[in-house]
């Protein structure tokens, strides 16, 4: 049982244009949404979160959209970069767990 | 500032043998995670401990897998005896509070291979 499901297990952008990673969960318990970032060989790093109580978290590039009623979040990168290349897990949490999808695999292209 | 440090990176062990990760999580934080990430998948949460205290681990497979963190610092996460389905990687993660909305910091994670 998938609490948390990123469907897209890759995803190639050009360089310069908007990268965007989607994630569903089916948990209406959830109420802190986290997204990380994980090279080869190195252990995921977090990127950006939001609260269930907004529905938009900015910083820099990265951008994190929150529709609570269908469940589903959403990470916008802009502009893509070269070093944007990596897994990206999203992952949500209540007061006594967190839960990982199985990661989005995005490729930035020359 | 250092990061979480773990090892050994890698290991390799035949089925029925026991093996022992080690976690060195960032100075000053309280709260040490072991996750275990299985190929293709995310990483699963196996413990939590709020300094020497096991606050979460029902996810942990208490048969075969056992953890402590003497003097709420350095953990040790072993497994005895191995079974093929345990080759995964083994995440140590830390933060500076207790919630899941504190930012996790994780170590480069241990690479095990059950042959």
């Known amino acids: 049982d998938q609490q948390v499901k990123q469907n897209s297990p890759s995803l190639s952008v050009q360089e310069g244009r908007i990268s965007i990673l989607n994630c569903d969960y089916t948990?209406?318990?959830?109420?802190?949404f986290l997204w990380y970032k994980k090279y080869p060989a190195e252990g995921p790093t977090f990127l950006i979160s939001i609260s269930s109580i907004k529905d938009k978290n900015e910083d820099g590039r990265f951008t994190v959209f929150l529709n609570k009623s269908a469940k589903h979040l959403s990470l916008h990168i802009v502009p893509s970069q070269p070093g944007d290349s990596a897994v990206y897990f999203c992952a949500a949490s209540g007061s006594d767990k967190i839960i990982f999808g199985k990661g989005t695999r995005l490729h930035i292209l020359p | 500032e250092a990061g979480v440090v773990q090892s050994p990176r890698y290991k390799i062990i035949e089925k029925k043998q026991p093996v022992a990760f080690w976690c060195n999580p960032i100075s000053g934080h309280n709260t040490l995670y072991w996750y275990r990430q299985n190929l293709g998948q995310g990483p699963e949460l196996l413990i939590r401990y709020e300094n020497e205290e096991a606050v979460d681990d029902s996810q942990l497979p208490k048969d075969r897998f056992s953890a402590e963190r003497l003097k709420g610092v350095d953990s040790t996460l072993k497994i005895q005896p191995a079974e093929l389905g345990d080759s995964a990687v083994y995440l140590c993660?830390?933060?500076?509070?207790?919630?899941?909305?504190?930012?996790?910091?994780f170590g480069p994670g241990t690479r095990l291979t059950v042959l």
């Open positions: 948990n209406s318990m959830f109420d802190y």
């Open positions: 993660a830390s933060s500076y509070g207790q919630a899941f909305t504190d930012t996790q910091y």
